[in-house]
């Protein structure tokens, strides 16, 4: 899989700034759930509601530090 560059808006950056879920989170990541959302809304409208509800809500657990680690998963996980 290639990688490309692409232009954007300074304010279109920021929007996508606003919707990452951890500081480290690539633009590629961001984008990736945005096309999935919008599929999803196309596909099936109530679904993406619930979505983008557990969105919202991970979003704020994240904000109150209360998650793990990738690393603490794999720990848990025996991996």
Sequence with gaps: MGITTIKVYEETKQELDELREYKNESYDEVINKVIFIAKNCRDDPELSKETIL???????RIKKGKYITQED???RLGL
């Design 54 to 60: 557990a969105i919202d809500k991970a979003r704020e």
């Design 73 to 75: 998963a794999k720990k």
